[in-house]
């Protein structure tokens, strides 16, 4: 529920398409805001709002339906959508990406909210998940503590916002500055600090 990491979505599909193989991509889930039943308070709904023009003002090809203001109650809480994808990544391999694009579709052009459970179960049938499994996973507790580890992880590594990027070469971590329109210039810095380690 980052609407700069779905401005992200197309050169990060490019970026993985070319990265060298040796590197292996580990994907971590920020977490952002807890779980929350209490509406968003209209400061905060404006400034999404502005964020969301701002970047398809930045980022060509990046649009948002705006209907989920208004047809929607949003809420402060990204948390379960992060359960939703740790739940799907318990169906094998591939469903969490799977969840995660479904999930974006679904908040960003379809004006569904992926804070509301009924969303995230919904969702989960529409990719072919089985979803009673989904269901019970979505609110274990091992599903929160997974999700706790992956925030810890992400900290570890120095990624404060999101999306962060950081490839870790024998032991020294390095960001990645992210670049919204050009994968290519993602790919020569990573190119370029394997480059620099293997001096």
């Known amino acids: 529920m980052c609407s700069w990491c779905w401005a992200l979505r197309p050169q990060w599909q490019r970026l993985l398409a070319q990265l060298p193989q040796p590197i292996r991509v580990i994907k971590l889930l920020g977490g952002l805001a807890a779980d929350s039943d209490e509406p968003m308070p209209e400061e905060m709904r404006e400034r999404l709002q502005a964020t969301w023009r701002r970047i398809e003002q930045s980022v060509p090809g990046t649009r948002f339906n705006f209907d989920f203001w208004r047809n929607t109650i949003p809420r402060r809480s990204t948390w379960p959508a ?4 740790l739940a799907a990544r318990a ?12 999930i974006q579709r679904a908040y960003y052009q379809q004006a569904r909210n992926p804070s509301d459970g009924d969303t995230l179960i919904a969702l989960a049938g529409e990719i072919g998940l089985d979803v009673e499994a989904f269901a019970l996973a979505l609110t274990a507790p091992a599903t929160q503590a997974q999700l706790s580890q992956e925030m810890a992880q992400a900290a570890t590594l120095g990624v404060d916002s999101f999306p962060g990027l950081v490839l870790a070469i024998n032991g020294s971590r390095w960001p990645v500055s992210v670049d919204y329109n050009s994968a290519g210039n993602m790919l020569a ?4 600090l394997l480059e620099e380690s293997a001096e």
């Open 189 to 192: 810095t990573i190119e370029w």
């Open 82 to 85: 992060c359960r939703a994808v």
């Open 91 to 102: 169906q094998g391999e591939g469903c969490d990406e799977a969840m995660l694009e479904a």
